[in-house]
């Protein structure tokens, strides 16, 4: 990256540091910075924010008003999307590049201007344009109104732990080489805690995060999956974890010594430090119950009592623990199930009970011809949505929506697949997908049910999928294909959890509410930063209401030109 820089200004009003009291407009800067960094014993020079692999803590309280002032000096394109934030009417500052926003070019600057509502737990920053997000990504922690209190007993103090991935080699080199060529990428050579890989075998350099507590305390840990590729198993040797909140929404609490935690998604969980003395393992280990054959390291760390009777060394001993194997889908699915919104009189589940819209959508790979690439056989392989491989634009879809420039979409994005077949079958032949540039269009305020169905092209897979400006109810999820006479009856349209992220099962299918009350354009697509690439992706678009409180606001002035 030649020594170059982005400088990151981040402006943000009424951003509250758990220690400050008074509510009041406070500046931050932020820099985007390249930085020689070491990992498994080998340097290179990474895009980080402040000169940190993850980037800071943005912290707020719901209500506060948020300004974000990013300033483009590297030569890459530059875009930030505030993932889970809802962006009620301002997508213009949600950031997926050609989406809601053209990517701020080098030299250039642009101000994300938002306000929290009616939100409140942990969420995550990250970039989105290309695979930048690999080491441009950090946590959003967003603190209840003063005087508000946790539904859970209040901690004695919190903790951020950002799951992420580590490449030797630079992660835009990795995707265009296999764009290139047709196949999929390379995946990452380790996984991190907190930017650390922990301990590595052949390396003389160690790089371990410590997580220090105190014996008889109560912590709430934030655990973000900022990761590109891989869905994650989290397990502390020695200690249980209460989940209490997932994508910044209350659960009811349940006790686990495993979470499984996606790309994307964030999940609080309440430890209690029953321990007197000692260093215990942590493990972020990957979950991949597809046919596929993933060779990367476990992230570990150290959970590290301080101010016992005993005196701790570097060499004192390590209580450890037994990572899940790959393929554990039963301790996945137990963690998934349990998963209950909280559905109190303060905090109830909205869930949609008549539908406008029912969709299904099918998730998956496909191949289409590219006579350029060597490696695919003449082949390259694709995503799809409905079939549809999602093209990107060259002119943002909300801008060209917003001033109504023709040619740059269409909304005639598929409601159901265009052949009806056995989804999960493992299927070779007339596999080639249909490229275009397609949204879903409702009107205002319209309920919308989507059933995503994973397909066994080529291979089933995993997906997790993230719905930009909405959060929805998982009303429901189930192994094969989906039944629609028989499957709806076993539908939780009581306490169904809400998120912004859902995994869609290897070989299975996943059911969801959301009422479409957030005029503009947005992005629905697979996590998996590889999927995305090759076109595991689609928007809706949302018409505006009536009057001004439901339609979207005017754009910025500097709003960025493609």
């Not at 932020?30 to 070491?38: G, I, Q």
């Not at 995993?462 to 539908?491: A, C, M, Q, T, W």
Request: proline share 7%.
């Amino acid at each position: 990256m030649n020594n170059s820089v982005v400088a990151l200004l981040l402006l943000l009003s009424c951003i509250i540091l758990p220690a400050v009291v008074d509510c009041r407009v406070r500046n931050y800067k932020f820099h985007v910075v390249s930085k020689n960094v070491t990992r498994l014993c080998s340097s290179k020079p990474i895009v980080t924010v402040n000169g940190k692999f993850p980037g800071p803590t943005l912290y707020a309280r719901e209500g506060d008003h948020v300004l974000v002032k990013v300033v483009n000096l590297v030569n890459y394109n530059v875009s930030i999307h505030w993932h889970g934030v809802r962006q009620l009417r301002t997508g213009w500052a949600d950031g997926p590049a050609y989406i809601t926003q053209c990517p701020i070019l080098p030299g250039q600057s642009y101000v994300y201007n938002f306000t929290i509502i009616g939100q409140r737990g942990t969420l995550l920053w990250h970039g989105h344009i290309n695979w930048l997000r690999a080491t441009v990504h950090g946590a959003i922690v967003i603190l209840p109104k003063r005087g508000v209190p946790y539904p859970f007993p209040k901690p004695d103090d919190e903790k951020v732990l950002v799951l992420g991935e580590w490449w030797k080699s630079d992660t835009e080199a990795v995707i265009n080489e296999a764009m290139k060529s047709g196949v999929a990428p390379n995946v990452s050579d380790a996984h991190t805690i907190n930017g650390l890989p922990g301990t590595v075998a052949n390396c003389s350099t160690q790089e371990v995060f410590n997580l220090g507590v105190e014996s008889g305390k109560t912590y709430l840990l934030r655990i973000i999956n900022a990761a590109l590729n891989e869905e994650l198993f989290f397990k502390i040797a020695g200690h249980n974890v209460t989940v209490v909140e997932v994508d910044a929404t209350y659960v009811k609490p349940f006790t686990t010594d495993t979470i499984i935690i996606a790309p994307g998604q964030t999940t609080n969980v309440l430890l209690n430090t029953h321990q007197k003395s000692g260093k215990y393992l942590i493990a972020a280990s990957t979950f991949m119950d597809a046919p596929v054959t993933i060779d990367n390291q476990t992230a570990t760390a150290t959970l590290h009592y301080t101010g016992g009777t005993t005196t701790l060394s570097d060499d004192s001993p390590m209580v450890l623990t037994t990572t899940p194997p790959k393929n554990a889908t039963q301790i996945a699915d137990q963690f998934i199930n349990s998963l209950k919104s909280l559905n109190s009189p303060k905090y109830p589940a909205k869930v949609p009970l008549e539908i406008d819209h029912s969709l299904f959508f099918t998730v998956g790979l496909g191949v289409n011809p590219c006579p350029t690439c060597k490696a695919g056989n003449g082949s390259r392989v694709v995503a799809a949505v409905n079939n549809v491989t999602f093209v990107m634009p060259n002119t943002a879809l909300l801008q060209a929506h917003y001033y109504n420039i023709k040619g740059v979409f269409t909304t005639d994005f598929p409601a159901n697949p265009p052949h009806v077949y056995n989804y999960t079958a493992n299927i070779t032949k007339n596999i080639q997908t249909q490229n275009g540039t397609k949204l879903y269009r409702v009107p205002y305020n319209s309920t919308i049910q989507v059933v995503l169905q994973d397909t066994g092209v080529i291979a089933p897979e995993s997906h997790p999928i993230h719905l930009h400006g909405f959060n929805f109810f998982v009303v429901g999820r189930g192994v094969g294909n989906y039944d629609p006479k028989e499957d709806p009856k076993k539908f939780n349209l009581e306490d169904p959890v809400e998120r912004n992220t859902i995994g869609v099962p290897t070989g299975g299918w996943t059911a969801l509410r959301f009422t479409a009350d957030n005029p503009g354009v947005w992005f629905l697509h697979c996590h998996f930063e590889a999927h995305t690439t090759w076109g595991l992706k689609m928007a809706f678009l949302v018409d505006n209401g009536k009057g001004p409180k439901q339609s979207l606001v005017p754009p910025p002035k500097d709003l960025p030109k493609c």
